[in-house]
C-alpha cells in the first residue's frame, strides 16, 4: 500500500495510531510466513550414452567441441562470409530477436506484479442535481458541487506465491526464448553451409556434364567420319547422338538446381536472389569444401549443454512447473491491502456563507481516507480451480516427456550424421578409383575403336559408365560436407557461450523505438544505444 502525502496538508497518518499499528503488524506477519505453493522445478531424468559409437575412430576427437565458428574449419572464405552475412541479416532471426525482447518484457511485467498492483490518482468535479421528491434527503441545496481528489492503492499480499510463481515461469520463459534465439542462429549457420555445399556440387556436377558433352561431341565427330568413309554403318552415328543428347539433357536441369541453391541462399541472407552473384566467388564455382582430417565431436553429455532446443525444452518444462504454482495459489485466500487518501468537499453546506468552494478542497479538513485489510476465498468453486491445477500438471508431464524426446532425438541426429560422415568418405575414395578406371576405360575405347578393333557399342558403354561414375563421385564429396554440417548442426554449434544477448537489427530497433518507448531494452550491451 503506498500513502501519499498532498502538499497543502498539515494532518497526516500517524505511525503510533492504533490502525496503522494493526496494518503494519498484519503485513509483516502475513510476510513472514507467506510461502510459495506448488512444485519447486526438477530437471527430468535423461539417460546418456557415455561416448559417440564411433568416438574411436581418427577422424574424430571425442575429447573436446569446437563451438566457435565450425564452418572456418572448411578453410572457405567464401562460406565464412555468407555466413557472417546471414547471422547479422537473416529474418528468422530477427524475428527470434524480437520475440526475445517480447518475453524480457513480459518478465518484467510479472516483476512489477510483487508490488501494489493498483495505484490510481483520482479526481472529480461534478455538478448534483436531486430530485424535489427524493423522501429524508437532509441537505441544504439539492442542486450542488461536489469536489474529489486522492490516490488509491491495493496490495495483493504473495502470501501463497502466487507472483512469484508467475516470475520464475516469466523468467524461465524468457531464457527459453534465448535459447530459441541461439537454435535458430544454430540452424541458419547450417542451413547457409548446406544450401552453399549443395551449390558448389551442382557446380561441380555441371562442369561435368558439360566436359563430357565436349569429349562425347569429339566421339560424334569421329563416328560420323568413319561412317563417311564407309568403315561403319549409321547404328553408329545413332549410337554417339543419342548418348550426346541424354547428356546435353542433365546439364538445363543441373542449371535448375544451381539457381535454386542460390534463391535459397539469398533468402537466408535476408536479400532479393539476384543480390547474390557479387557475393560468390567466381573462381571458386564447382569447387566442394572439403572437411579437416579430424573433426573434434565431444560427448553426449556437452550435446545436453549445447544444444539449444534441449535447453528450450528443459525450460520450457520449468516455466509450466511455476504455471502449476500460480493455479495451486488459487486454492487460497487472498489477503489485500487497501487504501484510499483524497480530499473530498461540497457546497451544499446550508447557509451561503458556510458553503464550501473549491479553494476549500485543499484544506486539512477536506482529509479523508479508508485504510484496511482484506480477504477473498473462492469456496464454492465446484472443482474447477482443483481441476485447473489438474491441467497445469498434465501440460508440465507433456513438456518433461517431450524433453526426454528431445534429448534422444538429439542423440540420434548427432549418430546418424556422424556414421554418414564417415561412412562416405569410404564411399568417395571407392568411387574416385572407379572413376580413374573409367576415365581410362573411354581412352582405350576411342583408341581401339580408331584402329578398327572394337564396335562403338564399346565406346559408348564406357563413355556412359564415366558420366555415371563421374557424379556419384561428386555427390559423396558434396556428402562428405553435407553430413559434417549436420554433425555440427546435431551437436549445437554456430554459437558462443556467453556472449551478449542478442539485438534486431538497427533497422528494426529504429522502427520499434519510433512507435513504442522500450527504455534501456533496446539499448546495446556497450550502451551506444539503437
Not at 563451438?67 to 562470409?81: K, M
Not at 518478465?107 to 421528491?133: E, F, H, Y
Not at 556414421?419 to 581410362?440: C, G, K, N
Request: glycine share 6%; with cysteine; aromatic share 6%.
Amino acid at each position: 500500500m503506498t500513502l501519499v502525502a498532498v502538499s497543502g496538508i498539515n494532518t497526516a497518518f500517524s505511525w503510533h495510531s492504533a490502525g496503522m499499528r494493526v496494518l503494519v503488524t498484519t503485513a509483516c506477519a502475513t510476510l513472514c510466513v507467506s510461502c510459495a505453493v506448488g512444485p519447486d522445478y526438477e530437471a527430468p531424468q535423461v539417460d546418456t550414452q557415455e561416448s559417440w559409437i564411433d568416438s574411436d575412430d581418427a577422424h574424430l576427437d571425442a575429447s573436446k567441441f569446437d563451438d566457435g565458428a565450425w564452418w572456418e574449419a572448411f578453410n572457405d572464405s567464401t562460406l565464412s562470409g555468407l555466413i557472417d552475412l546471414a547471422r547479422n541479416e537473416n529474418l528468422s532471426l530477427q524475428i527470434a530477436a524480437v520475440r526475445m525482447l517480447e518475453a524480457r518484457a513480459q518478465l518484467a511485467v510479472a516483476r512489477g506484479s510483487i508490488w501494489p498492483q493498483k495505484q490510481d490518482a483520482t479526481g472529480r468535479a461534478a455538478n448534483v442535481g436531486l430530485s424535489n421528491n427524493a423522501p429524508n434527503l437532509a441537505v441544504a441545496d439539492r442542486a450542488h458541487w461536489d469536489f474529489q481528489f486522492g490516490f488509491d492503492a491495493a496490495w495483493e499480499l504473495d502470501v501463497w506465491g502466487r507472483y512469484r510463481r508467475g516470475i520464475e515461469a516469466a523468467d524461465a520463459a524468457w531464457l527459453a526464448s534465448v535459447a530459441g534465439y541461439r537454435d535458430a542462429l544454430v540452424t541458419v549457420c547450417a542451413e547457409v553451409a548446406r544450401s552453399y555445399v549443395t551449390l558448389r556440387t551442382l557446380e561441380k556436377r555441371l562442369q561435368l556434364a558439360q566436359r563430357n558433352v565436349t569429349l562425347q561431341k569429339d566421339s560424334l565427330e569421329i563416328a560420323e567420319s568413319r561412317h563417311r568413309n564407309g568403315l561403319v554403318s549409321e547404328l553408329d552415328v545413332a549410337q554417339s547422338r543419342s548418348l550426346l543428347h541424354a547428356t546435353e539433357a542433365a546439364v538445363p536441369r543441373l542449371e535448375i538446381g544451381i539457381r535454386r541453391a542460390r534463391h535459397a541462399i539469398s533468402t537466408l541472407l535476408g536479400r532479393p536472389p539476384q543480390a547474390l552473384h557479387e557475393l560468390l566467388s567466381a573462381d571458386r564455382a564447382g569447387a566442394i569444401p572439403a572437411p579437416p582430417p579430424e573433426v573434434a565431436v565431444g560427448t553426449p553429455v556437452d550435446l545436453l549443454r549445447r544444444r539449444p532446443d534441449v535447453r528450450r525444452a528443459e525450460l520450457q518444462a520449468a516455466a509450466q512447473s511455476a504455471v502449476i504454482g500460480v493455479a495451486a495459489a488459487d486454492l487460497y485466500p487472498r489477503f489485500t491491502l487497501l487504501g484510499s487518501i483524497g480530499l473530498a468537499t461540497s457546497d451544499d453546506g446550508g447557509a451561503v456563507s458556510n458553503r464550501a468552494t473549491f479553494d476549500d478542497l485543499f484544506n486539512a479538513s477536506s482529509l479523508t481516507y479508508v485504510v484496511g485489510p482484506s480477504f477473498t476465498w473462492p469456496i464454492l468453486n465446484y472443482g474447477r480451480l482443483t481441476n485447473r491445477v489438474r491441467v497445469e500438471d498434465a501440460r508440465f508431464e507433456q513438456l518433461a516427456l517431450a524433453y526426454r524426446d528431445t534429448v534422444l532425438n538429439a542423440a540420434r541426429e548427432v549418430e546418424d550424421a556422424l556414421v554418414a560422415f564417415l561412412r562416405e568418405q569410404i564411399t568417395a575414395r571407392a568411387l574416385d578409383e572407379s572413376v580413374v578406371s573409367a576415365d581410362r576405360s573411354v581412352t582405350l575405347a576411342l583408341s581401339q575403336y580408331r584402329a578398327g578393333v572394337v564396335t562403338y557399342q564399346r565406346v559408348v558403354d564406357t563413355q556412359r559408365f564415366l558420366v555415371v561414375q563421374q557424379d556419384r563421385a561428386t555427390e559423396a564429396h558434396g556428402n562428405i560436407a553435407l553430413n559434417l554440417i549436420a554433425a555440427y548442426k546435431a551437436l549445437g554449434g554456430g554459437w558462443q557461450p556467453g556472449a551478449a544477448d542478442p539485438l534486431p537489427a538497427q533497422p528494426v530497433r529504429q522502427r520499434m523505438t519510433s512507435r513504442t518507448n522500450w527504455g534501456e531494452i533496446l539499448v546495446e550491451p556497450d550502451g551506444s544505444g539503437p
